[in-house]
C-alpha cells in the first residue's frame, strides 16, 4: 500500500513540507513532530486507522496521536505550537550548502521550543504559491501560539501574504518599514562601521566593498551602510566603492579573478559575506596576492574553517542563532501584551584575528 504524505499531512494537521522534512529526517521538524509522522507513516502502511488510540500507549502519555482534523480535536500541544514560515524565493541562496546558516538556527529555535513545552513545524512559500491558502489556514488553527517568519530572502511587498494570519507573528531576519509586524534583525548599520573603524585604525583609506549578486535585506543594508560612512567619514577615500561578484563561492572565484587583471589593487576588501569572502580569498591565494601586498581583509560574518582552510581573517560576528532565541522573547512578550509591536536590533561582535 502506497502512503502518501498528505494522507499524513492530513490526519496530523500539518503540512506537506513538515512531513517531507519528518520523513527524510531534515532540520526544522521537532523530535516529536518527527516521531507522529513516522508513527502515522507506519500505522498507515499496516493498514491501521491512525485516529484510533494506540493501545500500546498508556493515558496520560506525551506519546500517540497528534490529530487537528475534521473531529474538532485538538492535539496535544494545544498549550503552544510554533509557525516557522520560510519566504523562499531565492532557492539558489537558501539551498546553496555554502550559505548554510540555518543548523545553528534552527537548534536554537528547537531548544527554545523545549524549554516552554512547545512544538513547531515549518512551511515554505514561494511567490505566488498554490499552498497558500492552506498554509495560513494551518497558521490560524487554534493550537498555533504564534509565527515567527524566517525572512532572510523576503521583500517588502511579501508582508501582504501574512495579512490573513490572526496570530502573533515575529518576523527574523527583517525589518518591515513601517513597522507593522515585530522583527528582530541584525543591526547591520552597526556590523559595517565596526568593521570599517577596524580598518581605519590599520591604517587603510581605500576600502573596496566586495558584494555579492543576492538582493536580500542584509546586503542591501551593509552595502547603504558602507555607502555612508565612506560619504560621512573624511578619513576614507572617495575613490572606496563596491564592486560584485557573482553567485555561490566558486563563481565568485572566477568573477574575482577577472576582477584582477583589470582593476587595481585598494588597500583593504571589506566583505559582505562569507561566501564572497570565500570565493575572493581563493583567487587572491591563487594570484599569490596576500602573501605580496599590503593588504586588510575583513568579512561581515564568520568564514566556517572547513570551507576555507587556514583562514585568519578579521571579521565581525553576526548573531544568527541569539536573534532566534529574541523571536520567541518577543513572541513571549506579545502574548502577554496582545497588540504589542517591538522591533529589535541584535547587536554583532568583531572577533579580530590578530592577522599581520
Known amino acids: 500500500m502506497k502512503i502518501k504524505m498528505v494522507d499524513i ?11 517531507s522534512l519528518a520523513m527524510n529526517n531534515k532540520p526544522g521538524v521537532n523530535e516529536d513532530t518527527k516521531k507522529k509522522v513516522l508513527e502515522c507513516y507506519e500505522r498507515l502502511s499496516r493498514g491501521l486507522d491512525p485516529d484510533t488510540p494506540d493501545e500500546s500507549v498508556q493515558p496520560g502519555s506525551s506519546e500517540g496521536k497528534f490529530s487537528a482534523g475534521s473531529s474538532g480535536q485538538q492535539p496535544p500541544e494545544a498549550a503552544g505550537h510554533i509557525k516557522l514560515l520560510n519566504l523562499n524565493y531565492d532557492k539558489n541562496f537558501l539551498q546553496n550548502p555554502e550559505m548554510e546558516l540555518h543548523t545553528g538556527v534552527f537548534q536554537t529555535l528547537d531548544s527554545e521550543c523545549r ?38 530572502t523576503m521583500r517588502e511587498k511579501d508582508l501582504d501574504i501574512l495579512r490573513s494570519i490572526d496570530k502573533p507573528i515575529v518576523i527574523n531576519d527583517f525589518q518591515p518599514k513601517d513597522g507593522r509586524y515585530s522583527s528582530a534583525v541584525i543591526d ?29 535585506y542584509n546586503f542591501a543594508a551593509r552595502r547603504e551602510a558602507f555607502l ?29 579573478l577577472e576582477w584582477l587583471e583589470n582593476e587595481e589593487l585598494p588597500e583593504a576588501f571589506l566583505f559582505e559575506n562569507y561566501v564572497v569572502a570565500i570565493g ?42 541569539s536573534r532566534m532565541s529574541m523571536c520567541f522573547g518577543i513572541l513571549d512578550e506579545m502574548g502577554k501584551y496582545p497588540g504589542m509591536r517591538v522591533s529589535t536590533l541584535m547587536l554583532p561582535e568583531l572577533i579580530d584575528s590578530g592577522q599581520g
Open 115 to 152: 524549554k516552554r513545552g512547545l512544538t513547531y513545524s515549518i512551511s515554505y512559500l514561494e511567490e505566488n504559491s498554490p499552498h497558500l491558502e492552506e498554509i495560513v489556514q494551518e497558521c490560524n488553527m487554534a493550537y498555533v501560539k504564534g509565527i515567527i517568519v524566517f525572512g532572510v
Open 228 to 256: 555612508n560612512v565612506v560619504a560621512t567619514d573624511p578619513w576614507f577615500s572617495p575613490d572606496s566603492r563596491i564592486i560584485s561578484l557573482s553567485g555561490n563561492a566558486s563563481a565568485s572565484r572566477v568573477s574575482m
Open 188 to 216: 547591520n548599520r552597526r556590523a559595517v562601521e565596526m568593521a570599517m573603524a577596524w580598518l581605519k585604525k590599520r591604517g587603510s583609506k581605500k576600502i573596496y566593498l566586495v558584494s555579492s549578486d543576492f538582493e536580500i
Open 9 to 19: 499531512a492530513r490526519h496530523l494537521g500539518i503540512s506537506k513540507a513538515t512531513v
Open 280 to 321: 575572493a580569498v581563493f583567487a587572491l591565494r591563487e594570484k599569490g596576492i596576500i602573501s605580496t601586498h599590503d593588504l586588510e581583509l575583513i568579512g561581515l560574518d564568520e568564514v566556517p574553517e572547513y570551507l576555507l582552510p587556514g583562514n585568519k581573517m578579521a571579521y565581525v560576528k553576526m548573531p544568527h542563532s
